[in-house]
């Protein structure tokens, strides 16, 4: 079954809002959280990561909640721009002496209207 | 400026037959990776590698092989192309040790059609 799951592949929030992105996950085991933004014909880039012995973390715009207990992290971008239009992809992990093996999300696409 | 760089952008090649895909990188890091995206399923690792020689499978390594001939380089190898492994393809690289240990650099991706 999938591990890493996106239960919403889209959304749409008005230019000004707040864009809530949520993503739950199967593995006790992972302790590294991640958010990657992906343009149309572009390549994954890295918003924001967290590891599993904090519960928020924040930079600029962008906040990560992370709730162990459901299994569950979510992305919260305020002040949400055109330009935040794009694929968001979650992606896990369990840390294994440093390798990345992280397991992806279906990605959610979020539209922001002007 | 570091990067990973993926040969060909884009590739069709014909059932039964034998597809390279490359990846080069020069962030000096350990650990690459090969991601296939398709449309519902996000990202899947197929093969991955923590050092020059060595490669591991990742969660779907079937129907594909993958070399890793020098820490720079890291190739994906489809024996016997078939219909399903149509795809596009992310390589991607990462340090692996210390301060943003986990954090994939990704290459612009392969789009591969297996007619």
């Known amino acids: 079954g999938q591990q890493v799951k996106q239960s919403s592949p889209s959304l749409t929030v008005q230019e000004g809002g707040i864009s809530i992105l949520n993503c739950d996950y199967e593995?006790?085991?992972?302790?590294?959280f991640a958010w990657y933004k992906k343009y149309p014909d572009n390549s994954p880039t890295l918003l924001i990561s967290?590891?599993?012995?904090?519960d928020k973390r924040e930079d600029g715009r962008l906040t990560v909640f992370l709730n162990k207990s459901g299994k569950h992290f979510s992305l919260h971008i305020t002040a949400s721009q055109p330009e935040d239009t794009a694929v968001y992809l979650c992606?896990?992990?369990?840390?294994?002496?440093?390798?990345?093996?992280?397991?992806f999300g279906e990605g959610t696409k979020l539209t922001v209207s002007s | 400026e570091a990067a990973v760089t993926q040969s060909p952008r884009s590739k069709v090649a014909v059932t039964g037959g034998k597809v390279t895909l490359s990846c080069h990188q020069t962030?000096?890091?350990?650990?690459m990776y090969w991601y296939r995206q398709d449309t519902g399923h996000g990202l899947r690792l197929i093969h991955y590698?923590?050092?020059?020689?060595?490669?591991e499978k990742g969660d779907i390594p079937d129907g594909y092989k993958a070399s890793r001939p020098s820490q720079e380089n890291f190739s994906l190898i489809l024996e016997l192309a078939s219909l399903s492994q149509t795809a596009v393809y992310f390589c991607?690289?990462?340090?692996?040790?210390?301060?943003?240990?986990?954090?994939?650099?990704f290459g612009s991706g392969t789009r591969l059609t297996v007619l």
């Open positions: 962030n000096n890091h350990d650990y």
């Open positions: 991607a690289s990462s340090l692996g040790t210390g301060r943003g240990a986990e954090t994939l650099y």
């Open positions: 992606a896990a992990g369990e840390n294994q002496g440093g390798s990345a093996k992280l397991i």
């Open positions: 590698s923590y050092v020059a020689d060595s490669t």
């Open positions: 967290v590891r599993s012995n904090v």
């Open positions: 593995n006790d085991m992972f302790d590294y």
